[in-house]
C-alpha cells in the first residue's frame, strides 16, 4: 500500500505565500505524475498543477505565475509553492500521486488533505 503525507496548509493574508508538501511511502517501484488538486464545498475537485517525472509542468489558468510545482524523485516528494495568495485560493489542497507498484504499473493515491484559507 501506498500513502501520501501532505502538511503546509494554514492561515495567511492576501499577497502571503504558503508552501505544501507530500510525501509518499510504501511499497513503491517508480512514481509517475504527480498533482495538486484543490476543492471547496459544492464545488467539484479541480487540478492546480501537476509535474511528470521527468518535470515537465502544467498549470491551472487562475494559478499561473504564482504557483510553482516541484518534485525530489529520491524523496518521493511533491511541493507547490503558492505565492501572491488570493482568498479565491481558499480549498482544501489534495496530493495525488500515480504511482507504478510491484502490483501494478499505474493506480492513483491521494493524500488526506490540507487546509488553506486565505484571509482578505
Known amino acids: 500500500q501506498v500513502q501520501l503525507v501532505e502538511s503546509g496548509g494554514g492561515l495567511v493574508q492576501a499577497g502571503g505565500s504558503l508552501r505544501l508538501s507530500c510525501a509518499a511511502s510504501g511499497i513503491i517501484f517508480s512514481i509517475n505524475a504527480m498533482g495538486w488538486y484543490r476543492q471547496t464545498p459544492g464545488k467539484q475537485r479541480e487540478l492546480v498543477a501537476a509535474?511528470?517525472?521527468?518535470?515537465?509542468?502544467n498549470y491551472a489558468d487562475s494559478v499561473k505565475g504564482r504557483f510553482t510545482i516541484s518534485r525530489d524523485n529520491a524523496k518521493n516528494t511533491v511541493y507547490l509553492q503558492m505565492n501572491s495568495l488570493k482568498p479565491e485560493d481558499t480549498a482544501v489542497y489534495y496530493c495525488?500521486?500515480?504511482?507504478?507498484?510491484?502490483?501494478?504499473?499505474?493506480?492513483?493515491?491521494w493524500g488526506q488533505g490540507t487546509q488553506v484559507t486565505v484571509s482578505s
Open positions: 509535474i511528470t517525472s521527468g518535470g515537465s509542468t
Open positions: 495525488n500521486a500515480d504511482v507504478h507498484t510491484v502490483v501494478v504499473i499505474s493506480q492513483s493515491f
